[in-house]
């Protein structure tokens, strides 16, 4: 599988961003995907994931409320809006994709690149 991220960029607080990523080729046709973010100084960190059909979602405490995972399952994309950004979500975000949904958070198969998000105050 290949992932392809994009839409990362400078936002104030309390702005909005979508992020985007394309799964593409083999061995999964339609994998579980997440959203993984790495601040600087720190280790890489969960930030939601969602099952192949779309179905099942999951977040990290502190983005719950504020960030959206979703997918458009003929494209095989996964979106993450993320709204009412804080500095503190100033972070390298990374797609990630897994067979099982339930592998999205402990051990993905594949990451994309990374691709920069910086909320300024």
């Known amino acids: 599988v290949q992932l392809q991220a994009s839409g990362g960029g400078l936002v104030q607080v309390g702005g909005s961003l979508r992020l985007s990523c394309t799964a593409s080729g083999p061995p999964y046709s339609r994998p579980a995907m997440g959203w993984f973010r790495q601040a600087p100084g720190k280790e890489r960190e969960f930030v939601a994931y969602?099952?192949?059909?779309?179905?099942?979602?999951r977040y990290q405490d502190s983005v719950e409320g504020r960030f959206t995972i979703s997918r458009d399952k003929a494209e095989n994309t996964a979106y993450l809006q993320m709204n009412n950004l804080e500095p503190e979500d100033t972070a390298v975000y990374y797609c990630?994709?897994?067979?099982?949904?339930?592998?999205?958070?402990?051990?993905?198969?594949?990451w994309g690149q990374g691709t920069l998000v910086t909320v300024s105050s």
């Open positions: 990630a994709a897994a067979q099982f949904y339930s592998d999205v958070k402990s051990g993905p198969d594949y």
């Open positions: 969602i099952s192949g059909s779309g179905r099942s979602t």
